[in-house]
T-cell receptor, first 114, second 113 residues
Framework: NAGVTQTPKFQVLKTGQSMTLQCAQD?????MSWYRQDPGMGLRLIHY???????DQGEVPNGYNVSRSTTEDFPLRLLSAAPSQTSVYFC?????????????FGPGTRLTVL | DAKTTQPTSMDCAEGRAANLPCNHS???????VYWYRQIHSQGPQYIIH???NNETNEMASLIITEDRKSSTLILPHATLRDTAVYYC??????????????FGTGTRLTIIP
């Protein structure tokens, strides 16, 4: 298994541009989520999904959209990038919404918005 | 939602046990304590979790106080590769649908040769 994969690894955007961060997992996990990590802030939850067709907001959802059309993929969309969205983004998945399931993280996407 | 408090940083000598504390005084009865770590620029890595009993696996031990208001992660024989930021997390949400883990700022553990 490849586990959780993310593309791209690095991205530079100009203010107002849009882009999609890709996330995929091949473990047949129901639960997937997106976090952003900023210096001194830990990881903050952006959006999450408990299964295909179901998404919900996390702690910092503004400026981001998600969809979950398949079990494997959970893309994160920035419709109009802002410098405040400069961050490292991590996608994660776990088998189910059950609390004892181990959460696996992707390698991250480092995004810079100029 | 229960919050966690951890020291900002700690040092530990290589080969010694590293004991990382975490306070979670508002934890509720059905919330678990999780520990993750993040080695420089990589995604977080699961270490261990528990509800009220002490737990041990190949990586670490987790000691939870009887009142569950605090816990300690123990790395029994720390190596240089254990240098990382360690996150203590209390699971938030209900059992159906809105499971999520909220990460705080963590403890930066530095293993000293």
């Amino acid at each position: 298994n490849a586990g959780v994969t993310q593309t791209p690894k690095f991205q530079v955007l100009k203010t107002g541009q849009s882009m999609t961060l890709q996330c995929a997992q091949d473990m047949n996990h129901e639960y997937m989520s997106w976090y952003r990590q900023d210096p001194g802030m830990g990881l903050r939850l952006i959006h999450y999904s408990v299964g295909a067709g179901i998404t919900d907001q996390g702690e910092v959802p503004n400026g981001y959209n998600v969809s979950r059309s398949t079990t494997e993929d959970f893309p994160l969309r920035l419709l109009s990038a802002a410098p405040s969205q400069t961050s490292v983004y991590f996608c994660a998945s776990r088998l189910s919404a059950g609390v004892t399931d181990t959460q696996y993280f992707g390698p991250g996407t480092r995004l810079t918005v100029l | 939602d229960a919050k966690t408090t951890q020291p900002t940083s700690m040092d530990c000598a290589e080969g010694r046990a590293a004991n990382l504390p975490c306070n979670h005084s508002t934890i509720s009865g059905n919330e678990y304590v999780y520990w993750y770590r993040q080695i420089h620029s990589q995604g977080p890595q699961y270490i261990i979790h528990g509800l009220k009993n002490n737990e041990t696996n190949e990586m670490a031990s987790l000691i939870i106080t009887e009142d569950r208001k605090s816990s300690t992660l123990i790395l029994p024989h720390a190596t240089l590769r254990d240098t990382a930021v360690y996150y203590c997390i209390v699971r938030v949400g209900t059992n159906f649908g809105n499971e999520k883990l909220t990460f705080g700022t963590g403890t930066r553990l530095t293993i000293i040769p």
